[in-house]
């Protein structure tokens, strides 16, 4: 890996059914860190290592949302390899991108592609070729079923020889949530580099 780049432009505005969720502004971070900690687990599993440190700024663009609802970040990866975090919670054109920058390729996996409901995954091998696939949307239906086969394995085994899926472990959501956390930090501190909190 050379590079990473994450690019999040949400929609979230008045006619969007999680805007009026009263607890998402309740908290430091809102719908930065609600929504956010989606794409840094993603990010965190596509790169396979952990992200250190980081270095960000936030702004309060769009009054009628809490505040910050931009977020620019730039990470260091614990196996050397930087990368940037950007992210727009109020976006008139939405996007999510995720890309991947190699010695041997390029990785890049957009959201929304053409309008459809899925992710659009290219490959771009070291001569410039690309191989492209779409996968459909299937969003947190996976996420469900993965959860309930790891209750139901561990209700038949009795906790004794289960091993649950490792991605849906607190663990891994507590380490997704101390690095958008870290992010916000940095933020609040005009960009200082700030370590993100080992689980």
């Known amino acids: 890996m050379m590079s990473v780049q994450v690019i999040v432009e949400g929609s979230m505005n008045s006619s969007n059914p999680y805007f009026s969720s009263s607890w998402r502004r309740s908290f430091t971070g809102g719908f930065i860190l609600d929504m956010g900690v989606h794409f840094i687990a993603g990010l965190r599993m596509l790169v396979g290592c952990e992200v250190v440190s980081v270095s960000a ?18 990470f260091h990866l614990e196996n050397g390899c930087s990368g940037v975090f950007v992210m ?11 890309r991947v920058v190699g010695t041997n390729g390029t990785l890049q ?19 410039g070729q690309c191989k492209s696939s779409f996968f459909p949307f299937s969003g947190v239906t996976e996420e ?5 086969n790891d209750v139901s394995e561990n209700t038949l085994k009795k906790g004794s020889q289960f091993v649950p899926e490792h991605r849906l472990s607190f663990v891994e959501g507590a380490r997704d949530v101390a690095l958008l956390e870290a992010m916000l930090e940095s933020g609040s501190r005009q960009g200082k580099q700030v370590q993100v909190k080992k689980f």
Not at 88 to 93: G, I
Not at 110 to 125: A, I, K, N, P
Not at 144 to 148: H, Q, S
């Open 88 to 98: 727009v919670v109020s976006s008139r054109s939405p996007k999510i991108l995720w």
């Open 144 to 148: 469900l079923k993965a959860f309930f």
């Open 57 to 74: 700024m936030t702004s309060h663009v769009d009054l009628i949302l809490p505040p910050p609802d931009n977020l620019s970040s730039v």
């Open 109 to 127: 996996i957009e959201r929304g592609f053409q309008g459809q409901h899925g992710y659009l995954v290219s490959l771009y091998d070291a001569n």
